[in-house]
């Protein structure tokens, strides 16, 4: 599918607006709050690439095991007045019980997966690849940063599948 006649701010969306990524069927899913993402093109000749978005996650974050299991993942962005809610996706863990019931928000079956009623942008994505960043090779100021308490991320490479705008 070409989705370049869209135009998203990926920088505000990723930065600003946080999102939900998840993955899962209906029965069996799991959800977090992200705020590091990117979108482009991989993996085909000129104007023909492959149109992707990746998201990073922590290998100790419960989703990251729906996330390696699963072919599909979405990517959900939401009103401001569901920042509480991302909130609580972002701080409480799956593991514990449903954590989405503590929200406002309402989980619906999308064709590869499990999106939000409440979105307002969604992009469905075919998973193309995963790698867990090495810790080495990650600049010294973000290692002591980060790294020195968790693990490093995954990055999950996902091809745009479907857009969904409410």
């Known amino acids: 599918m070409d989705f370049t006649e869209k135009s998203y701010e990926v920088f505000r969306l990723f930065n600003d607006r946080w999102a939900l990524v998840t993955a899962g069927t209906m029965e ?3 959800t977090m709050t992200i705020g590091w993402g990117s979108m482009g093109t991989i993996w085909g000749p ?3 690439g492959k149109q992707v978005l990746t998201v990073y ?3 100790a974050r419960y989703t990251h ?3 390696e299991e699963n072919e599909y ?3 959900s962005f939401f009103p401001e007045q569901y920042r509480k809610d991302l909130g609580i996706l972002g701080s409480r863990s799956g593991r514990d019980g449903d954590k989405v019931a503590l929200t406002a928000l309402t989980p619906v079956a999308v064709e590869h997966g499990v ?3 409440e979105a307002e942008l969604s992009f469905v994505c075919r998973k193309l690849y995963s790698h ?3 810790q080495e090779k990650v600049p010294k100021e973000v290692a002591d940063w980060i790294y ?3 693990p490093p991320h995954t990055m999950f490479i996902g091809e745009i599948v479907e857009v969904i705008e409410r």
Request: charged letters at 20%; hydrophobic letters at 30%.
């Open 73 to 75: 993942f979405t990517v």
């Open 28 to 30: 069996n899913y799991n």
């Open 132 to 134: 867990q960043f090495e």
């Open 115 to 117: 999106d939000f009623r």
């Open 57 to 59: 996650v922590s290998p």
């Open 65 to 67: 095991s729906y996330l």
């Open 46 to 48: 000129p104007h023909k």
């Open 148 to 150: 020195t308490r968790v």
